[in-house]
């Protein structure tokens, strides 16, 4: 592949990649009948007007740690395609406390737990995979799927049986009370004497932006990072290094996931306030298109967390606003910017470099 | 048959180049190139690792276009667009790297690409007359069912000779074909050149061992940074003046130091035997011991066991029988150290494979001075562009590292910067062992040099060091003594002072004697 430099790599390969997918998905809307400029200003508005804003930042939150959990392996070459089954777990992890000690401890300490045992529910199933590629040689990206089957398999029947709520048929759990839910940022800015729109906003935003923070420390600002990077661009010459590979591999593995369960945090903590299933909802496979267009950088994936929300949030808009764009079509159109910004994202770079180096090196 | 058939054209050039000019981005790796090469000769090209030699061989086989300039076979302009038109124009190369298939025989390998329908029954006995007669003609005697994963590697480089010339080959292009070879086998390719001379074809020669140009090549053409700088016949000149041309200055030699007195043993290996994963024995009872100011070289052909006992004595695999001693350790199967605990004991490691195992190439050089020494790299957990900066400024300065920017990836320095790269970081503390693979492979001229004053100056410091070197030429000029391997076993060890390269190459092939010294 042709080396890009940075400004590149990370400023305008993206922009092309992004145009090239609306004007894929202009000709779909075009294609149904409908005006696509018309049906570009809806998804905006959808998804930026001021009621909305809030619903696009809350689905942001969710790409936001799968990004970042994808990201953080990607660090190391790991294929982390588990982000999914990491955040069930990372939900059962929050059930788990708040069923038990919201009674018995008072709520902020229960909230802290929750928190932690989201981290540590996700974290030791994202451990498992990554201990059997260090020492046992199994691939992480078919560990990780079935690990996915395994969670969705164990919720199923946890949620159908032993912890659904009493009573009742639908596969959820009883409603936490109200002293262990994360806080509405709506509310919050009511108590500082802002009003907002309500939104599903919640606490965990701004726990994913320090997340960002973090892992942008921990990857360049400390040795453990630069161990996995280290590994990530060449195991032999980690080995060389002293670095402990294995350990370093089944860390990283332990820190994606304990990221993937904190998208948890946002649905089940700050949103659901009970644990129901399928609440990753495809989070976790969307976080590593999330990731790649991010170029695993975590400012990268806060920007392309922003645009998937706001797909997601204009795209539901979209859905009331046409008669002849069904949900299905919205996501359609989120399905080709997934398409041309991850899968195909470096399908324009030999072009581009052509396009805008040769003409640099015949000035230089 | 391929050789008796070409045109006599006589007064044409076999291949003339005109004006040619290639650029990849930055580089430009041909700069307005001229070049004759006479039909019916053996002809050199030498020059320096990235004069250009390697992309002036692509552009005749067609591997490369020509930004500018143009090319002549047999007297006839030539557009060759791929190694297909190059073929068909009689010309053929044999590559650094074999390009065969090691799981196939020899005939299979040559009937690649002319399988001639559909069932291979017909055309295999067709190629196997064919074959025959040519190995007769000359001196190319292979098994034709031989696998070629068995063969050694001089068989193997036979197999692609033949390949060229079972396709036509009237013009026959290698590029550094005895890097792999034993000094025997060496001699028996040239040989082999020079009955293809006699029968009228030409022979173009890449090379770096100005050596071989002189006892092999009758007409040398000399390159250095893209440029075509000489052509001498070598009968009329000498290697001195060679090495002026290709380096652009005179070439001194690292002043030897008298043999310093001899410390004490300072690591000690004994009864080392290892298999690789798959279970092919590696190393067969290695023993060896390093002394403090002393310089043990470990020659062979590559392939024979020195990779593998650079690995275990870094701690890169362990020990399965016999045992290390270092700095007060006894390391064995039951107390293996790893590669971090190896360092922390004093052992330093210049790996053989510097761009995938002594170097991360994305990383910033100050980030890779800093590889295997993460105290270096900032306090506590944490890591810091100062430190690392601070850290590498008076490396780069000692070896005169270039570009002297330590921000810069190290993907973006030539080979000769890398290795330095590499050494600089390893030879920073006076380590008590030095392990040192290949430490001038890719380097050119110049940096040799440097490089072997700065192995002399850490053994006069006291550093007991281990060379591996498939350079016979390298190890005679530093070693004290010399451990030659075999087949994964110490052939014998030798004093260095009156070895010879004759000596040693027999015993390399296991047919020497190994004196203990």
Not at chain 2, 18 to 39: C, E, H, S, W
Not at chain 2, 223 to 242: C, D, I, K, Q, S
């Amino acid at each position: 592949m042709t080396a890009l430099p940075r400004w590149l790599d990370i400023g305008v390969l993206p922009v092309v990649n992004l145009a090239l997918a609306f004007l894929a998905a202009a000709v779909v809307v075009a294609l149904v009948g409908e005006d696509p400029l018309e049906v570009f200003g809806v998804l905006l508005q959808g998804a930026f007007a001021p009621g909305a804003l809030g619903y696009t930042l809350y689905y942001a939150t969710n790409f936001v740690f799968t990004g970042l959990a994808a990201a953080l392996a990607f660090q190391a070459r790991l294929f982390n395609i588990g982000a999914e089954g990491q955040a069930m777990l990372g939900g059962l992890g929050i059930a788990f406390v708040c069923l038990s000690f919201e009674a018995v401890l008072p709520g902020p300490l229960v909230v802290i737990l929750a928190i932690a045992a989201a981290a540590l529910f996700g974290a030791a199933w994202a451990v498992v995979p990554g201990w059997l590629q260090a020492y046992r040689g199994s691939h992480i990206v078919i560990t990780t799927i079935m690990f996915n089957f395994l969670a969705s398999g164990l919720m199923v029947w946890l949620l159908s049986g032993p912890i659904m709520r009493p009573g009742q048929g639908s596969p959820q759990t009883r409603l936490f009370g109200e002293a262990v839910q994360l806080p509405a940022l709506h509310d919050l800015a009511r108590g500082l004497g802002f009003e907002a729109a309500r939104s599903p906003l919640n606490l965990s935003f701004l726990f994913a932006l320090l997340a960002c923070a973090a892992v942008w420390v921990l990857i360049w600002r400390t040795k453990f990072g630069y161990a996995l990077r280290a590994i990530g661009h060449s195991e032999e010459a980690a080995r060389y290094a002293g670095i402990p590979v294995r350990r370093a591999v089944v860390v990283a593995m332990a820190l994606s996931g304990a990221l993937a369960g904190c998208m948890a945090l946002n649905e089940i903590l700050g949103v659901q306030h009970k644990l129901v299933l399928n609440f990753s909802a495809g989070y976790g496979f969307t976080g590593i298109a999330v990731a790649l267009m991010g170029r695993n950088h975590p400012a990268g994936i806060l920007a392309a967390s922003l645009l998937f929300g706001a797909l997601f949030q204009g795209g539901a808009e979209l859905n009331f606003e046409f008669e002849t764009i069904t949900h299905e079509l919205a996501l359609v159109i989120q399905g080709l910017v997934i398409l041309f910004s991850g899968a195909l994202a470096y399908m324009f770079t030999p072009w581009l470099a052509r396009l805008l180096l040769s003409r640099s090196a015949a000035r230089a | 048959m391929a050789l008796d058939g070409g045109p006599e054209q006589a007064g044409h050039p076999a291949v003339r180049l005109r004006g040619v000019t290639k650029r990849f981005g930055a580089v430009l790796a041909n700069d307005d190139v001229d070049l004759d090469i006479p039909q019916g000769a053996i002809h050199g090209i030498i020059g320096e690792n990235g004069a250009g030699k390697s992309t002036l061989a692509s552009i005749i086989y067609g591997l490369y276009a020509p930004d500018r300039g143009s090319m002549e076979i047999d007297g006839e302009a030539a557009p060759v667009r791929s190694p297909a038109d190059a073929i068909a124009r009689g010309v053929g190369m044999v590559h650094q790297h074999f390009m065969l298939v090691p799981t196939f025989t020899v005939l299979e390998n040559i009937m690649l690409g002319m399988e001639g329908g559909f069932l291979l029954g017909q055309g295999e006995a067709d190629i196997r007359a064919r074959l025959a007669s040519l190995s007769r003609q000359h001196g190319l005697e292979v098994d034709p069912d031989a696998l070629v994963d068995d063969l050694p590697v001089g068989l193997r480089q036979r197999v692609e000779i033949l390949r060229a010339l079972f396709r036509g080959a009237r013009i026959l292009i290698l590029d550094e074909p005895t890097g792999v070879l034993t000094p025997d086998e060496t001699d028996q390719l040239f040989t082999i050149l020079r009955g293809i001379r006699d029968a009228g074809g030409t022979v173009v020669l890449i090379t770096h061992k100005l050596r071989e140009v002189m006892a092999v090549c009758g007409t040398v053409s000399v390159m250095r940074h893209g440029r075509m700088v000489g052509r001498r016949e070598t009968a009329e000149t000498n290697t001195a003046e060679l090495a002026e041309l290709m380096v652009g200055r005179t070439v001194g030699q690292a002043e030897r130091p008298a043999q310093s007195v001899v410390g004490t043993p300072v690591l000690r290996g004994a009864g080392l035997t290892w298999r690789s994963p798959g279970g092919t024995l590696r190393l067969r009872e290695v023993g060896l011991e390093l002394r403090a100011g002393e310089i043990l070289a470990v020659a062979g052909v590559s392939g024979n066991g020195q990779s593998e006992l650079l690995d275990l004595l870094s701690g890169l695999s362990g020990v399965q029988e016999g045992h290390v001693e270092f700095a007060g350790r006894r390391i064995d199967a039951a107390h293996p150290a790893t590669p971090a605990e190896m360092r922390a004991l004093g052992l330093a490691h210049v790996p053989e494979d510097r761009q995938r195992r002594g170097l991360v190439l994305p990383f910033e050089a100050r980030e890779n001075a800093v590889l295997g020494r993460p105290e270096k790299a900032g306090p506590g957990p944490w890591t810091s562009a100062a430190a690392m900066q601070a850290h590498a400024e008076p490396l780069f300065a000692r070896f005169d590292i270039r570009p002297p920017d330590p921000k810069l990836p190290a993907a973006g320095f030539s080979g000769g910067n890398q290795q330095k790269i590499v050494l600089a970081r390893e030879f920073d503390t006076v380590p008590a062992v030095l392990l040192l693979g290949q430490p001038t492979r890719g380097v050119d001229i110049g940096t040799v040099e440097t490089i072997h004053a700065e192995v002399l100056a850490l053994k006069e410091r006291g550093s007991a060091i281990l060379l591996v070197s498939t350079e016979l030429d390298e190890i005679l000029a530093l070693a004290d003594r010399i451990m030659v391997m075999n087949g994964g076993r110490v052939a014998g060890t030798v004093p260095a002072a009156g070895a010879t390269a004759r000596q040693l190459g027999l015993m390399m092939t296991g047919a020497g004697d190994g004196a203990a010294a």
